[in-house]
């Protein structure tokens, strides 16, 4: 069943992710103490509930398809590679013979980058994603039993892995983002097609966790304040996120935002693995070439990535109607 409100949040994210790479370079080689530091640092850190919130599409999709049914471990598995792993295996060579060719990587570091979603940085959710496939029939069959069992396991398994245990790779590791994803099983199960109540308290919540987790994490950034419970910030403020915007999403009666949505979203995990290849473009083959500061180089990239997205769009829904 396809659900309007999942394919906004869909888009949503995906243009927030877009939006996160945008602003990644200035926030790097801003200088701290500037204004267009603070501006970029404070809309980057505002959208990191994207990956999570991808996590949660994920759960819910995953769950709103097969419900309490039995799963076809055979078709799921295949439906996986054709989805996703070879999508994810042709934009990793694609990357990789770029990166090769501007002398920015070598040979041997194939395998381990491909295993590892190390060679771009949006590629880790790849890998968290590869993860919840394999484990979801499992988590599907224990949580049908222990739902709210494994909903608290899973905030108690996120909250651990984002404050007190930290490992190389850690951040592509499942159970640090497990919450999200049985938060989303847990609101396909309860929510689907109504709001997740009581929706006031978590829209009025949001608020003073949001100032008080950006601000932290700023001042941090300037090395002001130590922000010694950051791991359990992020969580609290990505999980009050996703429930906002999901409950959000199902407000939207624009029929016009809706024709919006069905022209981007078949297409936007093929913008979510390419959105950087363009960026790599302009920063090592067009850029170098002109003596652009940092703060035109961002605004020429949001204009020019953005534009190629409309256009792609447009050429693939152009070929579906042909």
């Given amino acids: 069943m396809k659900l309007k409100e999942i394919s906004l949040m869909n888009v949503l994210m995906c243009f927030s992710v877009v939006t996160i790479h945008l602003t990644s370079n200035p926030v790097t080689l801003l200088r701290h103490d500037s204004f267009w530091y ?7 850190k505002f959208l990191t509930f994207a990956v999570p919130a991808f ?23 295949i439906g996986r590679v054709k989805k996703i792993v070879i999508p994810y295996l042709i934009a990793f060579v694609v990357y ?3 990166y090769i060719f501007e002398n920015l990587i070598e040979w041997n570091e194939f395998f381990p980058s491909l295993l590892l979603g190390t060679l771009v940085a949006h590629f880790y959710y790849i890998i968290i994603a590869i993860q919840f496939y394999l484990l979801f029939p499992l988590l599907h069959k224990l949580f049908g039993k222990l739902d709210k069992i494994i909903l608290v396991l899973s905030f108690v398994s996120t909250i651990i892995f984002n404050q007190f245990v930290f490992f190389e ?12 994803f049985i938060l989303g099983m847990f609101v396909a199960k309860y929510c689907t097609k109504k709001e997740i109540q009581p929706f006031w308290v978590y829209a009025i919540g949001i608020v003073p966790v949001t100032l008080v987790h950006i601000y932290l994490c700023y001042k941090m950034s300037l090395g002001d304040y130590w922000y010694r419970y950051s791991g359990i910030g992020q969580v609290l403020y990505v999980s009050l996120a996703c429930i906002v915007i999901y409950n959000l999403c199902l407000k939207n009666k624009s029929k016009k935002i809706e024709q919006v949505i069905d022209f981007i979203n078949p297409h936007t995990f093929y913008i979510f693995l390419y959105h950087i290849f363009v960026m790599n473009l302009l920063q090592f083959v067009i850029y170098p070439h002109f003596n652009l500061s940092i ?16 256009v792609y769009c447009w050429l693939r829904n152009l070929k579906k109607k042909i």
């Fill in 169 to 180: 790779y850690s951040d592509r590791f499942f159970g640090t983002y497990i919450f999200y």
């Fill in 55 to 77: 996590v949660f599409l994920s759960g819910f999709k995953l769950y709103n398809k097969y419900n309490d049914n039995k799963i076809d471990l055979k078709n799921f598995y």
């Fill in 38 to 44: 603070f501006i970029m640092f404070i809309i980057n």
């Fill in 295 to 310: 703060k035109y180089q961002f605004i020429l990239s949001l204009v020019i990535v953005y534009s190629i997205i409309f």
């Fill in 96 to 98: 990789f013979l770029f």
